[in-house]
Every structure is written in C-alpha cells, then in structure tokens.
C-alpha cells in the first residue's frame, strides 16, 4: 500500500549544485504537487499538476521545475541550489472533481539542506 | 492579508481539557475547507473536512462560519495522542483547481 513515494528522505547540497526529487503515486490521482514547509511560514504551493502533460506555478515557483510525463510521476527539480532552498518537501496527490481537489495525500517528506 | 490565518499557540492543556482553534480566511468565495493534522516531522494527514451545517466525528466538532469567514475545530476530552500540530486549509471557488491555501498551524500539546 505504498500511496505517495518520495526520494530520497535526506538530502545535503552545496550551493549552485543541481538535483531531483522523486515523486511517484500508486493511486491514479490527476493532482499532484510539491510544498515546502519551512519554520513559521507553513506549507507554501511550489508547482502542481492537474494531469500529464499539464504543470504551473504554485506560490513560490522560482528555482524550481517540475515537468509530468506520466499519471504516476511528478518529479522537482532544483536547477542551481540556494540556502534559501533549505526547507522540507512534500508532495501530494489527489483525485481532482469539479470543485477542486478532495483529500490531499502526501509523501513523508524530503528534507534538503544548501550549504 | 494571507488567505488563511491561524493563531500558531502553542496551546497546552491537561488531558481531558476541552480545546478550540480558530481560522479565518480572507476570500469570501472560499468554497471547500479541511483541518489537516500533523505530527512532528511527518507529513500532514487529512483530520476532516468542514461542512456548512458542521459536522462531528467522535471527540472532533467543526464549524464553518460563512458570515464571518471562520471554520473552528473543537476537540473534547482531549488524549495525550492529540498533540500535534493542526492546519486548516481552504479551497477558493473560482481558483484555479488544485490551489489549496494552507494556514500555518497551531501547535496543540496535551499534557498528563
């Protein structure tokens, strides 16, 4: 019953270097997203997805990318790593109705550290 | 003005006390709301969603006030394993699908 995988759970970075984190769902969502969640700033929308092939911005876009080549996948990518980029990461998923999503189900995380 | 605002706490009562946490939201078109629950360093979990007429689940009790733009959780009897910290997320009519607004939490420890 695996629901949102994330990779890798740890991850520590110099600045100005590049990476991915991996996002895959077993569930069939249409939805899919990342958030960052850093001290006493709460979850912040990254990019999301509403299907393949279709991504946008969320709240904080900059320096990120996400591209959906599948249902199932929704990698991010960092393209030139910053210390402002410390945070965690959560993706999540969820079906996708006329009103919106329904319950979010999210990864157990990623937490990133730029030096 | 955030579209979700929170009182962050921390609250802490005794085990048994009664509990209420308040959220109001900016945007009168919001059209979906939800508490969220999270443990320290897991991932938020969905706690229940908000319906107009409230709703109850066991020792859980949430409101929405659409007047006056505020969904309350009120937790009863409260348990050790309650501590967490507890989110309320609203979805906008009209948004783009998919753009949840995510309060920044208040921080709930219930202790023995």
């Known amino acids: 019953n695996a629901g949102v995988t994330q990779t890798p759970k740890f991850q520590v970075l110099k600045t100005g270097q590049s990476m991915t984190l991996q996002c895959a769902q077993d569930m069939n969502h249409e939805y899919m997203s990342w958030y960052r969640q850093d001290p006493g700033m709460g979850l912040r929308l990254i990019h999301y997805?509403?299907?393949?092939?279709?991504?946008d911005q969320g709240e904080v876009p900059n320096g990120y990318n996400v591209s959906r080549s599948t249902t199932e996948d929704f990698p991010l990518r960092l393209l030139s790593a910053a210390p402002s980029q410390t945070s965690v990461y959560f993706c999540?998923?969820?079906?996708?109705?006329?009103?919106?999503?329904?319950?979010?189900?999210f990864g157990e995380g990623s937490r990133l550290t730029v030096l | 003005r955030k579209e979700v605002e929170q009182d962050p706490g921390p609250f802490n009562v005794p085990e048994g006390a009664t509990v209420a946490f308040n959220c109001t939201y900016s945007n009168s078109a919001s059209q979906s709301f939800f508490w969220y629950r999270q443990d320290c360093r897991k991932e938020p979990k969905l706690l229940m969603s908000?319906?107009?007429s409230g709703n109850e689940d066991g020792r859980f009790t949430a409101q929405l006030n659409r007047a006056s733009q505020y969904i309350s959780l009120l937790i009863r009897d409260s348990k050790l394993s309650d501590s967490a910290t507890y989110l309320c997320v609203v979805n906008r009519r009209g948004s783009t699908l998919g753009r949840l607004y995510f309060g920044r939490g208040t921080q709930l420890t219930v202790w023995p």
């Open positions: 997805s509403v299907g393949a092939g279709i991504t």
């Open positions: 999540a998923s969820s079906v996708l109705g006329t009103s919106g999503t329904g319950e979010l189900f």
């Open positions: 908000v319906y107009s």
